[in-house]
């Protein structure tokens, strides 16, 4: 059964009405919505998407069944709005889908976190790539997390009136715990991770290691009696074990793709010492040396060498954290709302001959 809300807040006969879609319920103060608020009369539609897997399948199977049912139910009320924002970017290919194969010419749709890995090729990924690509002909504007990811999209699915274009993520600042030191290092997430070289890189090594992932990202993997596996881990069990960490790592798998930003800004605003693989799909929100420490993908000894040293320097250690700190203040969750309500606002004047709302800087 589909668990989904629609909330309403105050309306505004000035401003323009936009349906935010989401895979998670929002927290009734929630900042983001706020911002929004400046510009639109907002409407928040939402699915309770289950977030633990056991396999890449029952994954699929289960995220793509809620997406398309929601976004199906999404599509029923858009008759309603002058603009739709996906947070998630399925939800909002499946409203494009429908709104292009229907003929609906409004509302404006903007989509987030479009994450399209390259997979080899089969009768899914046709699919799947058709289905991506006759969507997109129906969205003015795809939000994406890094530089890299807005160029490689444009030069993959580029169709002359989608326009590409990044826009920093955002976390919530005010809700870290304060941070301790209980001697372990930690890694978590579970898109585009590579344990492999990080349980490799800490075989042998005296000092505890935990790992919160799902069970397919480790399943195939030989644990040394040093590391610790937690499944199922999200927001505040997965925050304490990161407000932990002694040093936290984040190992990604493919060096180009975007992932790993979430766990890397929270980490930073826990003050904590990163290690992270080298990538332009984290460069955006790095200065290596100076608020993180990159190593070369998929290389043990250079992970190990890191490791090595940070734990042999407490100094070391405090410097990077406290960097850290000071620069994910720039990635609030309320600049990150106040850049895509810009964004929207200037998208839905190309339409409209409006005045442009007032600009509330977060």
């Not at 289905?131 to 997390?145: M, S």
């Not at 997430?189 to 042998?204: E, F, H």
């Not at 930003?261 to 799909?281: D, E």
Request: aromatic share 12%.
């Amino acid at each position: 059964m589909i668990e989904s809300k629609v909330e309403r807040y105050s309306v505004n006969v000035l401003k323009k009405k936009l349906l935010v879609l989401m895979d998670w319920a929002p927290p009734e103060d929630w900042v983001f919505k706020k911002q929004l608020e400046h510009y639109f009369d907002t409407d928040i539609f939402f699915d309770n998407t289950k977030k633990g897997y056991n396999s890449t399948l029952e994954k699929i199977v289960a995220l793509w069944r809620s997406y398309v049912l929601t976004g199906y139910s999404a599509f029923l009320k858009i008759r309603n709005y002058d603009l739709v924002y996906a947070w998630h970017a399925v939800m909002g290919l499946v409203v494009a889908f429908l709104c292009r194969f229907f003929h609906a010419k409004r509302p404006k749709i903007v989509i987030a976190q479009l994450i399209i890995p390259k997979r080899p090729a089969s009768l899914n990924q046709y699919l799947r790539e058709a289905f991506i690509r006759y969507a997109l002909k129906r969205v003015d504007t795809v939000i994406v997390y890094s530089t890299i990811e807005a160029e490689q999209f444009e030069k993959r699915y580029g169709n002359g009136s989608t326009l590409f274009t990044f826009l920093p993520l955002g976390i919530e600042l005010s809700n870290h715990r304060p941070a301790s030191d209980e001697h372990y290092i930690f890694s978590g997430g579970r898109s585009n991770r590579d344990y492999a070289t990080l349980v490799k890189a800490v075989t042998g090594l005296n000092f505890k290691v935990k790992i919160a992932a799902q069970r397919f990202n480790v399943s195939e993997l030989a644990l040394p009696e040093n590391v610790e596996t937690y499944f199922d881990v999200y927001g505040e069990s997965f925050s304490r074990l990161l407000a932990g960490a002694t040093i936290v790592v984040i190992p990604l798998e493919r060096a180009d793709e975007s992932s790993g930003q979430l766990v890397l800004l929270n980490a930073m605003a826990f003050g904590k010492p990163i290690i992270i693989t080298r990538s332009r799909g984290v460069e955006d929100y790095i200065r290596d040396g100076e608020n993180v420490i990159t190593v070369p993908r998929q290389n043990m000894f250079a992970l190990r060498t890191e490791l090595d040293n940070l734990l042999n320097s407490p100094e070391e250690r405090r410097r990077l954290g406290v960097y850290a700190k000071e620069s994910v203040k720039s990635f609030s969750i309320a600049k990150q709302a106040e850049r895509v309500a810009r964004l929207l606002d200037r998208s839905i004047e190309e339409n409209y001959d409006l005045p442009r709302m007032t600009l509330h800087e977060p």
